[in-house]
């Protein structure tokens, strides 16, 4: 219940001032001719104050097709059917045109046969307890400096948290910004892969990209007249099985941005855990064809270094009075292998595919999406994941309709394909005898802005 607590303060110091400001705002009492002169030249500073509440509530279900290829045969196969409810409310506090605080809470509940079904494997093989595989964990703030994440019940089917995904104070100006707290940060220009994006990158496999999990941090960026801007960033951690803050867990990094003609360059360095990366990055255009290119070297503590990158191109044209977008990438895995369960058994791949910045275990992927706008209120998209080597992958047809300007309805699947032993096919998962094969499923989610 600490979250709840957090978050019951933060409303009791947020809620007096909006009290005072209509307080404020009502008709004043007489008062003598001198009074009123000096009130019109003395605003009290609390009558600046701009507060504004937002959020979303979002449902879901799902139905997956668990068939003997897939990890959960051990325990029964079928049709699962699952179900969450998400719930964000968002705060943001204006104190002046310089000082910026916002908080958001997060309430979380999510059930169904997949989480049920996990239980009983981590029973028969305690070694998936920490598997990357398995889906439907809780979220925790293990990592984190901060433990804003507290699961209210957990059953054998279902559980219910709270949590504050948003926790800052933003100082700006035109010098630039300072920004304390927990917050979200996006580097690099990738669609679906995006070795740039150290912090908390999105799933490649993600449809639903409103936010970001955040993470603690102090983020700097400074406007360079004449160059363009820097960004420095500070993500303290802690080790998630000592709960003790290290600094082989912390990442440091700076990003200079700037441009040379219609052509955009970002320039990253930094250390990341115990590794040292660097990176460079570039965007532009050819005619109205949009191209990006980023690329990773990370040093590795153990001397074993490796290159990541990742290229694509977007283009958007009217085809029969229909708007259509599209886009193609490809990216390269410097740490993949051929061998996906040896892979597993690699220290770097496991911790980095545990801290939830990589995705893959092959080396090559083309990926690509198409979108078109059958009406103004109705998209229909499609997106393609393929791992060159064996072939395998994963589609996404999934349809978006805007049910009223607040109100939006989002169906589709998630279908993967493969020969047995290749990547998204299914391989046996070391030291259980069972196969990695994720179920293809099929998923529709109401969103309510408000």
């Known amino acids: 219940m600490k979250v709840c607590k957090l978050f019951l303060l933060l409303a009791a110091f947020l809620f007096p001032a909006t009290h005072t400001r209509a307080q404020t705002n009502s008709s004043p009492s007489p008062a003598p001719a001198s009074s009123t002169t000096q009130r019109s030249t003395f605003k009290p500073w609390y009558k600046n104050i701009d507060i504004r509440w937002g959020g979303r509530m979002k449902t879901a279900g799902a139905a997956s097709r668990v068939t003997n290829d897939t990890y959960f045969a051990p325990v029964g196969t079928g049709i699962y059917y699952d179900g969450s409810a998400n719930l964000r409310l968002i705060n943001e506090t204006f104190f002046n045109d310089f000082l ?3 908080a958001d809470y997060e309430l979380l509940w999510a059930g169904g046969d997949t989480i049920r079904k996990q239980k009983q494997l981590e029973r028969l093989f305690p070694a998936l307890k920490q598997s990357v595989f398995l889906p439907g964990t809780p979220l925790n703030d293990d990592r984190r400096l901060l433990d804003l994440t507290g699961t209210i019940k ?8 709270q949590r504050l995904d948003r926790l800052f104070v933003d100082l700006n100006g035109q010098w630039g910004s300072v920004r304390v707290g927990r917050q979200a940060v996006t580097w690099g220009g990738g669609f679906v892969f995006n070795p740039m994006d150290l912090f908390n990158p999105f799933a490649p496999t993600a ?11 102090l983020n700097v960026q400074l406007q360079i007249p004449g160059i363009g801007n820097l960004q420095g960033l500070y993500v303290a951690r802690r080790n998630p099985h000592t709960h003790e803050v290290q600094s082989n867990q912390n990442s440091a990094a700076g990003k200079l941005h700037f441009a040379a003609g219609n052509t955009e360059f970002d320039l990253m360095g930094g250390k990341h855990y115990k590794d040292a990366v660097t990176g460079i990055g570039t965007r532009g255009y050819l005619g109205d064809t949009a191209w990006r290119l980023d690329g990773t070297w990370t040093f590795r503590h153990d001397g074993d270094n490796y290159i990541s990158l990742v290229a694509n191109m977007d283009y958007s044209w009217v085809w029969f009075d229909k708007n259509i977008y599209a886009f193609i990438e490809y990216y390269f895995n410097g740490l993949g292998k051929n061998d996906y369960a040896k892979s597993l058994t690699t220290p770097a791949v496991f911790e980095r595919l545990a801290r939830g910045e990589l995705f893959a275990l092959g080396r090559n992927y083309i990926s690509s999406h198409l979108q078109i706008e059958l009406h103004p209120l109705l998209k229909v998209s499609l997106t393609a994941i393929n791992n060159l080597k064996d072939p395998s992958g994963i589609l996404q047809p999934y349809a978006t309709w805007e049910i009223t300007q607040n109100l939006q309805l989002t169906g589709g699947l998630n279908v993967y394909w493969g020969d047995r032993g290749s990547e998204y096919g299914g391989f046996t998962l070391p030291g259980t005898g069972i196969r990695s094969k994720t179920p293809d499923s099929a998923y529709l989610w109401l969103i309510y802005y408000f």
Request: charged share 40%; aromatic share 22%; glycine share 4%.
């Open 100 to 102: 910026f605080f916002e």
């Open 154 to 161: 957990e059953e054998n089917s279902w559980f219910l948290l």
């Open 207 to 217: 449809i639903d990209r409103d936010y970001k999990t955040g993470d603690d941090m």
